[in-house]
T-cell receptor, first 117, second 110 residues
Framework: GAVVSQHPSRVICKSGTSVKIECRSLDFQATTMFWYRQFPKQSLMLMATSNEGSKATYEQGVEKDKFLINHASLTLSTLTVTSAHPEDSSFYICSARDRDGVLGRQYFGPGTRLTVL | GEDVEQSLFLSVREGDSSVINCTYT??????LYWYKQEPGAGLQLLTY?????DMKQDQRLTVLLNKKDKHLSLRIADTQTGDSAIYFC??????????FGSGTRLQVQP
């Protein structure tokens, strides 16, 4: 089946630094990728929709200048958490919609756990 | 927008069947998914059902879909301690991101 990878799987950084998370669709092309955030003991909350070659669409309450999304190719989207602070510590999960699949099914990456000290 | 709801907690004895329920609001949902999440881990896709199906069975898992009532259920037969986890249902209209329920914590007692 279709595979989506995320890198890194886990990152610990100091407050004020920027962290880049990559999301790749390994065996299919994805015109749309989604970024979710999950806080402990909570469900996944959509942060933004990333469309290849255009600007991302952010959900209400998500700061676009803090969470920079780039979707430069049909297989790669990146999320950069700029000037990270402890409250940004969370589990970040991406998903990719198969452009050529039946009705564009979504496939999830394994997630990236960010800890900001 | 879409709203997906689940009960928060279910406790069963090992060997019994578990039934986790979910309701959704958008009748145009095309795929309905069940994901399993163990502590500290990512989402594991368990199964999904397409909206033109009423039932799907995959080994110990049975998914029932009542499209009229917008009700989805996941039945786990012969529940094992390894099934203890949080189970999320999610609805997909094919146009937007998935909408997730709050998750049901399944506790399996030996």
């Amino acid at each position: 089946g279709a595979v989506v990878s995320q890198h890194p799987s886990r990152v610990i950084c100091k407050s004020g630094t920027s962290v880049k998370i990559e999301c790749r669709s390994l065996d299919f092309q994805a015109t749309t990728m989604f970024w979710y955030r999950q806080f402990p003991k909570q469900s996944l909350m959509l942060m933004a929709t990333s469309n290849e070659g255009s600007k991302a669409t952010y959900e209400q309450g998500v700061e676009k200048d803090k969470f920079l999304i780039n979707h430069a190719s049909l297989t790669l989207s990146t999320l950069t958490v700029t000037s990270a602070h402890p409250e940004d510590s969370s589990f970040y999960i991406c998903s990719a919609r198969d452009r050529d699949g039946v009705l564009g099914r979504q496939y999830f990456g394994p997630g990236t756990r960010l800890t900001v000290l | 927008g879409e709203d997906v709801e689940q009960s928060l907690f279910l406790s069963v004895r090992e060997g019994d069947s578990s039934v986790i329920n979910c309701t959704y609001t958008d009748s145009s949902s095309t795929y309905l998914y069940w994901y399993k999440q163990e502590p500290g881990a990512g989402l594991q896709l368990l199964t999904y059902i397409f909206s033109n199906m009423d039932m799907k069975q995959d080994q110990r898992l049975t998914v029932l879909l009542n499209k009229k009532d917008k009700h989805l259920s996941l039945r786990i037969a012969d529940t094992q301690t390894g099934d203890s986890a949080i189970y999320f249902c999610a609805a997909d209209t094919g146009r937007r991101a998935l909408t997730f329920g709050s998750g049901t914590r399944l506790q399996v007692q030996p």
